[in-house]
């Protein structure tokens, strides 16, 4: 059975593809996350290195993915590539991958307001979501 259609993957074929990216991806964050640990001991508790490179690392790895699959990814379908790896490895890997992305094609589209708002909302969003939803569970407690 084909599993494109149109270039598409089906949607299992497609929810599958996420899955194994993203779990990859988690697993790879984990990772990282360890080897900075064991590398630099004494520099875990003071900032959070890992959280750092994972971002960092994540948002080089889709610029060069996207640019890849822009220039035409080898001449492959590109679909299942990016469901794969976009969706599903690097956003196991670090969503701040994906919204790197997207801050970029705002501002590249010329949406610089656009781009600006979606940057602050999301981190003003961001930390109100986290500490409201620690004000719920330390209330609860």
């Known amino acids: 059975m084909n599993q494109t259609t149109m270039n598409h993957p089906s949607p299992l074929f497609a929810s599958f593809l996420v899955a194994a990216g993203g779990g990859t991806g988690a697993v790879l964050r984990y990772q990282i996350g360890r080897a900075i640990t064991a590398l630099f001991p004494g520099a875990s508790g003071s900032f959070p290195w890992p959280t750092l490179a994972a971002n960092v690392l994540g948002s080089l790895a889709m610029g060069v993915l996207i640019g890849?699959?822009?220039r035409g990814g080898g001449a492959i379908?590109?679909?299942p590539?990016?469901?794969l790896l976009g969706v599903g490895l690097l956003g196991g890997f670090t969503t701040f991958s994906s919204f790197s992305l997207?801050?970029?094609?705002?501002w590249e589209r010329g949406a610089a307001l656009a781009a600006v708002t979606y940057?602050?909302?999301?981190v003003i969003a961001g930390f109100a979501g986290l500490f409201v939803g620690l004000s719920i569970m330390r209330v609860a407690a």
């Open 77 to 79: 379908d590109s679909e």
């Open 68 to 70: 890849w699959l822009a």
């Open 81 to 83: 590539w990016r469901l």
């Open 119 to 122: 940057a602050m909302v999301s």
């Open 102 to 106: 997207e801050l970029v094609m705002l």
